[in-house]
């Protein structure tokens, strides 16, 4: 099992490109998410999704637009990048129902994602 | 306006001592909650939770403590090992239906450093 995985492990962007994060789940988890980390502010929501075809806003989605159209991916998209969303991308994961009660999210390893 | 909030942004331990982190939160609908620690340049790790029906668990080295009247709660670790020097992240959910099923909302974190 791999996990959760994260494609680009960097990138540098100049203001006003595009681009694409993906995100890979192997584990059949039907939640998925998109956080980023900035310094000193925690991890916070941009967009989740709570299973396949379907997607919802979190805390900070201006700026970014999501897509799941298959169960493993949940793809995180900037139309036009500004300095602003530079920062470190966290994707993570989780089953619906866990058998064991508990409800932790499983994160992939981030993308670091420059804006200049 | 941030609901989890840890306000020590750092804590430096010697070997063998106790560690003992902390976090508030302010929504009383907040029922589960999780601590993360995270290692530079890698995602969030899972470390321990608690449901709010209880006001311990343990786990080994790490033990989370509950005061649902205070809205407060702690991870200690004993005996600390310099292993341990990470970023950690509270969390916490409320798991009614609704929008905002899985969310989880973060504090900014802890870095804990443990010296030989």
Known sequence: NAGVTQTPKFRVLKTGQSMTLLCAQDMNHEYMYWYRQDPGMGLRLIHYSVGEGTTAKGEVPDGYNVSRLKKQNFLLGLESAAPSQTSVYFCASRRRVAPSGSYEQYFGPGTRLTVT | ?116
Request: with cysteine; proline share 5%.
């Open chain 2, 1 to 116: 306006d941030q609901q989890v909030k840890q306000n020590s942004p750092s804590l430096s331990v010697q070997e063998g001592r106790i560690s003992i982190l902390n976090c508030d939160y302010t929504n009383s609908m907040f029922d589960y909650f999780l601590w993360y620690k995270k290692y530079p340049a890698e995602g969030p790790t899972f470390l321990i939770s608690i449901s709010s029906i209880k006001d311990k668990n343990e786990d080994g080295r790490f033990t989370v403590f509950l005061n649902k009247s205070a809205k407060h709660l702690s991870l200690h670790i004993v005996p600390s090992q310099p292993g341990d020097s990470a970023v950690y992240f509270c969390a916490a959910s409320a798991r009614v239906r609704g929008s905002t099923l899985g969310r989880l909302y973060f504090g900014r974190g802890t870095q804990l450093t443990v010296w030989p």
